[in-house]
């Protein structure tokens, strides 16, 4: 790779990480469900009163969708040349490397401009209102219905992304757009356990041989050093799964009390403690021998632990493979309806699906693209001397590589109606406050 991760860490504005930090410290976080909860049956505005917008067509990955394409937002033609720019992004800050922006600029002779949101909620109201435009804007899978049926994004002309044919085959063709009409995946990811081999015993973390993995977070020999991430459907999906409910999107109140009263358990059981950088940083810095972690923020922990000390101790496990369980997910990439530079937009979603693009992205921001072409023992280097990974992922930590198998048999969060997601949030409200 052409430079080592340790640079993408060293941030001067605030991150889609560290925004969750600051949210889960007490400011207000959208849920999908208040973002969704506008955009079925609603009028649009115009004479005569309006017309009925088409009804939300949310998928789930036994029921995929389809998502319409609308006459009065068709693709654009073929053919087309691509303006000249500015091409303006719209996306988390840290969230993409700003060299692979420069390498696009180069070739296409254009300059970019890379505007950044602090969530979901803020973002979708400056596209939805008009108060920017943006030819590339980064939505997570589920808000994506919303925004189709609102108008808000435009469908994709897939003459303009061949490179599309790179990614993996379950993602081209995804539950919740089938056939990539709107969208294009960016980067996979699951939900796991990260430890320390230097704070928990070789006999304790033997997660393999367990019979269900997540009963480690509830080892009162780790009182005071064991964390799940602030964030009400991770964890819950932790107490969901660790009685055997694999239904991660249940809208059944039992099963989430069951959630609930396990993770009250659990807080004085343990100290538990939630966070946002746990896994990531706090790991590192020795605060946490054991959290829940996402795999991409397993990858980024060799470069947080303190000069001097080993990051081979960093270890990762993802239940998902076995009979327990886990989920998976991924981010996307689409096309505002509004873009000012629709042609030059597909084709940097077409650039950025390129194999090499792709894998110089990965290194700097640590989430894997989904290309077919990965080779995962490929991926895997060592701790060198000069203090970085001679490769992607450090080689302890090659259970943080992500699989197109894995898609096959993980679970998948999805967008939940208001009065479900309601249910979720208080029984994490109840959880953090004690009981």
């Known amino acids: 790779m052409l430079r080592h991760p340790a640079e993408r860490w060293c941030r001067l504005r605030m991150s889609r990480r560290e925004f969750l930090r600051r949210t889960a410290a007490g400011l207000a976080l959208p ?14 505005a115009g004479g005569g009163g309006g017309e009925e917008t088409p009804e939300l067509r949310v998928g789930t990955p036994g029921n995929p969708v389809e998502l319409q394409i609308f006459d009065d937002n068709p693709p654009i033609a073929d053919g087309l040349d691509p303006e000249a720019g500015p091409l303006r992004i719209f996306n988390w800050a ?25 969530n979901m909620e803020e973002a979708i109201s400056k596209i939805e209102t008009g108060e920017a435009d943006f030819d590339v804007f980064f939505p997570t899978i589920d808000v994506v219905p919303g925004l189709v049926a609102r108008k808000l994004l435009q469908p994709l002309n897939h003459s303009y992304l061949p490179n599309l044919e790179n990614v993996w085959p379950s993602l ?9 009409r709107y969208t294009v995946p960016y980067t996979i990811y699951h939900t796991g356990i990260g430890w320390r081999t230097d704070m928990v015993p070789m006999e304790v973390a033997d997660l393999e041989a367990m019979e269900n993995p997540y009963d480690v977070f509830w080892n009162e020999d780790l009182t005071g050093i064991v964390g799940l991430y602030d964030d009400y459907r991770e964890a819950l999906t932790v107490g969901l799964l660790r009685n055997g ?15 609930q009263d ?14 946002i950088d746990g896994a990531y940083a706090r790991l590192p810095e020795g605060v946490f021998g054991l959290h829940q972690a996402w795999s991409g923020d397993m990858v980024a922990t060799p470069y947080y632990f303190p000069g001097g000390s080993d990051p ?17 997910g991924n981010d996307c990439l689409a096309i505002p309806r509004n873009a000012r530079n629709p042609v030059l937009a597909h084709h940097f979603l077409n650039y950025y699906c390129d194999f090499k693009v792709a894998m110089k992205n990965f290194s700097w921001v640590g989430y894997q693209p989904p290309q077919t072409r990965v080779d995962p023992e490929a991926l895997l280097g060592p701790w060198n001397e000069k203090g970085w990974v001679d490769g992607y992922v450090l080689d302890t930590l090659a259970t943080a590589i992500v699989y197109p198998e894995d898609f096959e048999v993980g679970l998948r969060h999805v967008g939940l109606p208001a009065q479900a997601d309601q249910l979720w949030q208080n029984a994490f409200a109840t959880v953090k406050a004690g009981g």
């Open 31 to 44: 849920s999908a469900a208040a973002i969704l909860a506008g955009c079925g049956g609603r009028r649009t």
């Open 94 to 118: 840290d969230y993409f490397w700003k060299r692979v922006l420069n390498d696009f600029g180069e070739l296409y002779g254009v300059e970019w401009e890379y505007v950044t949101f602090y």
């Open 172 to 180: 081209r063709d995804p539950f919740y757009d089938k056939g990539s």
């Open 245 to 259: 409910i694999k239904d991660v999107n249940t809208q059944d109140p039992a099963a989430i009390q069951t959630a």
């Open 262 to 275: 396990d993770l009250l358990q659990l807080v004085d059981l343990v100290d538990l403690r939630f966070t």
């Open 312 to 328: 081979r101790v960093a270890r990762y496990y993802w239940p998902g493979r076995g009979p327990a369980g886990g989920t998976v």
